[in-house]
């Protein structure tokens, strides 16, 4: 997958594009929601893969992107991961969880 390759690459020392900023939160949040994805999926009857479940995240991040899909700038990647965790009810997520979410996507928005 090509977002968790880029997430690896955002976490290490290398410097990084806002592209690759971009495709790296969104391995975070593929790596993070996914299996919420697919279950959510699995109880519509509808199962997901994990290609499935990064294409519905990409779709959900382009939505609230918009016309930055591109060009993405700190701070439209600071509100997506907002409005995405939102989305996902990631509140309910456990507090190691979350915080450990907020770490990485905080460190990937501050290479942009």
């Known amino acids: 997958m090509h977002v968790k390759e880029m997430l690896t690459k955002a976490t290490s020392a290398s410097p990084i594009t806002a592209v690759e900023a971009r495709d790296a939160m969104l391995g975070c949040f593929v790596t993070i ?4 994805l ?7 009857g509808k199962p997901l893969s994990d290609e499935q479940a990064e294409q ?3 779709v959900i991040m382009k939505g609230l992107l918009g016309t ?13 991961k907002v ?6 009810n990631f509140s309910q997520a ?6 450990m979410h907020d770490q990485v996507c905080s460190l990937i928005v501050s290479k942009v």
């Open 33 to 36: 929601h996914g299996e919420t």
């Open 38 to 44: 697919k279950r959510g999926a699995q109880l519509l």
């Open 56 to 58: 519905h995240a990409t």
């Open 68 to 80: 930055q899909w591109d060009r993405p700038s700190r701070e439209a990647l600071q509100t997506a």
């Open 83 to 88: 409005r995405m965790d939102q989305k996902m």
């Open 94 to 99: 456990p507090q190691d969880l979350q915080d």
